[in-house]
């Protein structure tokens, strides 16, 4: 069908249209995330998919951990934190820590700098220092300065349109 002809719905991003802003907002796939980091009370991880590349040089991604969220402060104020990009495999490991930040009696995590637990088994791990936050209305964007990165082959973790899918680009 010619992309022309569909229909179209335009609005307001106001609090009336929430909902459909969120709708629209989650048109764009994106991957998955387990971002991890160490607090005075222990390990703690949160799932998100607000993560994205910002420099090569130097070497800096960001994400967006919502004010909502009772992990916020936590994840604001970290000094150290690790990024994880999920596996299609991995989709329980993203269920588990969207529900329990604090479960980390997983087979396979290990420790980084400042006692960040890092997950094995995920397509890209970024291990960060915090170079900076920003205000980003109900969000903060946190920027990490990658120190350490580790991959390996697979196909990714997808969400779109409220649902998880792959993503496989052939580097099996």
């Not at 329990?100 to 290990?110: A, R, W």
């Not at 900076?132 to 997808?158: E, F, K, N, W």
Request: glycine fraction near 12%; charge should be negative.
């Amino acid at each position: 069908m010619d992309g022309a002809m569909m229909s179209e719905t335009s609005f307001t991003p106001d609090a009336a249209h929430q909902r459909a802003f969120r709708d629209a907002l989650g048109r764009f796939a994106t991957g998955v995330t387990v971002i991890t980091t160490r607090t005075s009370d222990g390990p703690l991880a949160i799932t998100a998919n607000s993560f994205s590349a910002l420099s090569l040089d130097p070497a800096l991604v960001m994400w967006a951990p919502g004010r909502f969220s009772r992990r916020f402060d936590a994840f604001a104020e970290a000094a150290h934190f690790a990024i994880h990009v999920l596996a299609e495999d991995q989709l329980p490991l993203a269920q588990h820590f969207a529900a329990n930040g604090g479960d980390f009696d997983l087979p396979g995590v290990n420790e980084g700098a400042g006692g960040v637990p890092l997950l094995s088994g995920c397509l890209a791990r970024f291990e960060c220092l915090r170079e900076a936050v920003y205000p980003g209305g109900d969000h903060a964007i946190v920027v990490g300065r990658v120190t350490q990165v580790t991959t390996r082959a697979g196909a990714g973790l997808s969400f779109f349109a409220g649902h998880y899918g792959a993503v496989d680009a052939g580097l099996r």
